[in-house]
């Protein structure tokens, strides 16, 4: 009995084996950030660098690899951190950030902005500004940026107006969400795109299916809730500043090749600034091109570890451990055929809320799960763009909702309101969830021999 129960033992640790990296650096990533939160620090999640979290998580992975030599042991983690997906990943964020440094510069988000709200009706506030922010994240490819641009703009309409303030910011996060969801720049999508194999053009359709009713539902449940009285006055726009953003969506839809775009959209914004700001040379050009740069450096070094860290996971045979767990969930849940393909999506979209929740970061969530959903949706028949999809929608929801995320925190302190009191406004977040799991449920109801049986 003593052998049975040590043989048990030995397998459970030899499942988790290749996962304890990850666990650590999840653990540290969270248990830091709770530590910060019960001392009352703002921001408590993120005052800990991602990367430097990881670094721990990478000497524990190289100490339990199976490989004798040093030097074997690092073969796989820079195999994987200089892996075709992650460079080109990497390189995507670079421009991404390159492209919201100059345009922002040129005056094209306040022009933004602007606009939107000089064409808002009396009594529409609530729609308009999760219309505005959901068009503005939508271009700039952040959430962050979006809310950061507008928390001001959204708190001086709550001192003019005295609507309530919850549902006003909770609009503001839950458009900042639909268009960080579904940018063609936003990291997410680089992020989902990327480590699914998909084309950005495929994913963005694929993904408006589901976004956009959510998206009108909420539309429609602002419109219904209580108007305000009072006049908010918007600032002056220019037409022109826009362009880049029409540059960059129009090449993107197009299906042009990522680079070209946001090479295109990086000279179109550089152009622009160049007429409308006084003495815009072209160091100042390659200046805002730089700090662009700087601003995605976290995530760029963080893609890479992330990379190195599946790849070893992957030749310690993680991720057929992780499939064979995929494999029992939907033969457990989906004996019928008609729900095997639900409860498959069901198990990608679980696998990066859970993963979300506990790194309190969607990008980080996403780089995680990346080459496990890949692998088991290529198995079960998904489509590339699908499973990216729903990566980066649940990641979003997920982000949008939990009160220690950095999207809720940034808006609670520039409001002063309570996270959690937030969470429960964000009803874009809600309904996107709702949305999309109608739609898993009666997709597998109409293509019922869509998946072959495992």
């Excluded at 200089?82 to 988000?109: D, H, P, Q, R």
């Amino acid at each position: 009995m003593p052998l049975l129960k040590s043989m048990r033992y030995k397998n459970s640790m030899n499942y988790l084996k290749p996962f304890l990296p990850l666990m650590l650096f999840v653990a540290l990533f969270l248990g830091i950030g709770v530590y910060f939160h019960l001392q009352g620090v703002e921001f408590a999640f993120y005052q800990i660098p991602a990367p430097v979290a990881a670094i721990p998580a990478i000497i524990l992975a190289l100490w339990l690899s199976s490989e004798r030599s040093f030097e074997n042991k690092l073969s796989p983690l820079i195999k994987g951190m200089g892996e075709s997906n992650v460079i080109t990943m990497c390189l995507i964020y670079l421009l991404a950030g390159a492209f919201s440094s100059v345009v922002k510069a040129s005056g094209g988000v306040e022009s933004a902005v602007n606009l939107g709200l000089h064409f808002t009706p009396d009594g529409f506030l609530l729609p308009a500004l999760f219309l505005i922010s959901s068009l503005l994240s939508l271009a700039m490819g952040t959430s962050m940026g979006t809310i950061s641009a507008l928390g001001p703009i959204a708190l001086g309409i709550y001192e003019q107006t005295g609507i309530d303030q919850l549902a006003l910011f909770g609009s503001l996060v839950g458009g900042a969400m639909f268009g960080d969801n579904l940018s063609f720049i936003s990291d997410t999508t680089i992020a989902a795109t990327r480590t699914q194999g998909a084309r950005m053009k495929d994913k963005f359709h694929e993904n408006l299916k589901l976004a956009l009713p959510a998206a009108i539902l909420t539309i429609i449940l602002l419109v219904l809730a209580p108007k305000t009285v009072g006049q908010f006055q918007a600032g002056s726009y220019n037409y022109p500043q826009l362009l880049p953003y029409a540059v960059l969506l129009f090449l993107a839809l197009l299906g042009i090749n990522v680079f070209i775009v946001l090479f295109a959209g990086i000279i179109c914004a550089g152009l622009t600034a160049s007429a409308y700001l006084d003495g815009f040379t072209f160091q100042y050009f390659a200046k805002l091109i730089f700090d662009g740069f700087k601003d995605m450096q976290e995530i760029f070094i963080l893609s890479m570890m992330m990379g190195g860290l599946g790849q070893m996971m992957k030749e310690e045979k993680g991720i057929e451990i992780l499939q064979n767990g995929l494999k029992r969930f939907t033969e457990f849940f989906g004996e019928h055929s008609r729900f095997k393909s639900f409860f498959t999506e069901l198990s990608l979209a679980i696998s990066v809320t859970l993963t979300n929740l506990a790194v309190a970061n969607n990008t980080v969530a996403i780089l995680i799960c990346g080459d496990f959903i890949r692998e088991a949706s290529r198995k079960e028949k998904i489509p590339a763009a699908r499973s990216a999809s729903i990566l980066d929608i649940f990641s979003c929801i997920t982000q949008g909702l939990i009160p220690y995320g950095a999207q809720i925190l940034l808006a609670s302190q520039l409001a002063k309101i309570n996270p959690l009191d937030l969470t429960r406004n964000v009803t874009y977040c809600y309904l996107l969830a709702l949305v999309v799991l109608i739609n898993m449920a009666f997709k597998s109801l109409k293509t019922q021999t869509h998946y072959p049986n495992l």
